[in-house]
């Protein structure tokens, strides 16, 4: 075994005490020498590393989707569903503030965004109104997941205004709290916040990549825009 | 998998879970060996990887994880032990799992009972040391890392250790020194 061969090699590095510790060594080596069985360890290390990757906030797959009519976008899939779809820049940006905003593990996997990405590519070429993808909303604040359950209720080929928005999820009076929680709507496109307009009927802002000129787009793309 | 630290300056470290991978096994020894039992490591290891976690992710860099890590298991079995509000003697003198083998284990329980005995007579330190050094294979400049002392003291404490145990299981000692000779 491996600690035979090193049960007599000097641990203690002088002469003397070397002498007289090796009775006491093998007294030792009785007790202690063996080292746990390797599938214990195995469970062991099996059962750290998901008490690790929960204080991760779990596992993030990512990957993008590089030919869009808005240039790349990322998609982020964890084991609850669709987590994000992001606009980034580059990769680098996009893992940096997935890492920030869910401490999670992020691992680059095609397959666990295949669906998400098959949808988008099909709503891009005006083959598709509706998503029909899991969503996870569990790391948001209830407010801003009612205002982006109330969005996801207006059908494409439609727009709301942010007031009108308010009202629908029981919050009159809060338009601007409703805008804001639009304009960090962690899933765009798939929860259309471009389907919601200024009271004037104007477009409004849009925070992804391209701003109003992109909401213009996704907007003539439903049929909601001229 | 992968975990991605995207700090800047934390882009050259190791994901952390590599540090899972590369030392929980040995760490978990280590903490079986200190605590006695299988039940009491597995969560220091777990608490072990938790803290490092909360270290690494404030952007903190080390030159030695395995020193480091050694340094916090070291810190949580402490903590353990004085949490539990079993003094350390009466942890290391109750059901102490025997790592050798059940045939080994069976043959030498006596002897087994004893050295258990004998080390939880040792401070916390010097039982650390003397495990750190002799079955975890750190340098004393290691060990010195994990007890927050110089390697001198690191070494002094292996040192004196070995002396008192030597002392405590004298009888012992003489016995098994004969059988050694005649082999």
Known sequence: ?226 | MINRNFNKSADQRPPFTDLLEKYGRELYAYLVRMLGNQQDAEDCLQDTYLRALGAFERTWSESNYRAWLYKIATNVARTHLQKHQRDERAAMEGEHQIMAGPQEALLHKEQVHLVVAAMARLSFRQRSAILLRKYNELTYEEIGQALDCTPETARAHVYQGIKKLKEKLGDSISAKGKSHASR
């Open chain 1, 1 to 226: 075994m491996h600690h035979d061969e090193k049960r007599n090699r000097a641990w203690l590095d002088d002469g003397d005490m070397q002498i007289e510790s090796d009775a006491v060594t093998e007294l030792l080596d009785l007790t202690f020498a063996a080292a746990p069985a390797k599938g214990e360890a195995r469970q062991v290390i099996a059962n750290v590393k998901q008490a690790l990757a929960e204080e991760m906030g779990g596992v993030l797959y990512y990957d993008v989707i590089s030919s869009t009519p808005f240039g790349p976008i990322y998609i982020a899939v964890s084991s609850e569903g669709l987590a994000a779809v992001g606009f980034d820049d580059s990769e680098q940006d996009f893992l940096t503030r997935m890492h920030k905003r869910y401490r999670a593990s992020l691992e680059r996997s095609r397959s666990q965004v295949a669906q998400v990405a098959e949808q988008l590519k099909e709503y891009f070429a005006g083959r598709r109104l509706s998503f029909d993808i899991k969503l996870d909303l569990n790391r948001l604040r209830p407010f801003q997941r009612a205002v982006l359950e109330g969005i996801q209720r207006v059908p494409a080929g439609e727009t709301v205004s942010y007031g009108d928005l308010a009202r629908r999820i029981g919050k009159p009076g809060s338009a601007r709290a409703v805008g804001r929680a639009l304009g960090s709507n962690p899933i765009p496109i798939i929860i259309p916040c471009h389907r919601a307009l200024a009271a004037d009927g104007s477009l409004g802002g849009y925070s992804g990549r391209g701003g109003v000129r992109t909401k213009q787009a996704l907007l003539i793309l439903e049929g909601a825009w001229e």
